[in-house]
């Protein structure tokens, strides 16, 4: 089993900066890759960007420029920079973890509620 805790959310207004991070823990040996997801209220969960264990990312179109995954897997530690943030940003983060990118589920964290508000 492999334990993820998030942290780092809370209440930011438009055009400010937050970072989130991650720690895993437990059996973390066949993990490969790392990365955040959210789920904003009446939507489906969906992949903001990840990052594999020879540093790799990938990011979704709605954040490429303004958000930035960061980390050491070996390490166990995953961060997103995310900058000029937008009120569509709004949504509960999630911490994920999975031996490759293709794989369906993996190991997620409690997530972490960011709120993009004046």
């Known amino acids: 089993q492999v334990q993820l805790v998030e942290s780092g959310g809370g209440l930011v207004q438009p055009g400010g900066s937050l970072r989130l991070s991650c720690a895993a823990s437990?059996?973390?040996?066949?993990?490969?890759?790392m990365g955040w997801y959210r789920q904003a209220q009446g939507k489906q969960r969906e992949l903001v960007a990840d990052i594999i264990r020879a540093g790799n990312t990938n990011y979704a179109d709605s954040v490429k420029g303004r958000f930035t995954i960061s980390g050491d897997i070996a390490k166990n530690m995953v961060y997103l920079q995310m900058n000029s943030l937008k009120p569509d940003d709004t949504a509960v983060y999630y911490c994920?973890?999975?031996?490759?990118?293709?794989?369906?589920?993996?190991?997620w964290g409690q997530g972490t509620l960011v709120t993009v508000s004046s």
């Open positions: 994920n973890a999975k031996p490759y990118r293709g794989f369906r589920d993996g190991y």
């Open positions: 437990g059996s973390t040996f066949g993990i490969n890759v």
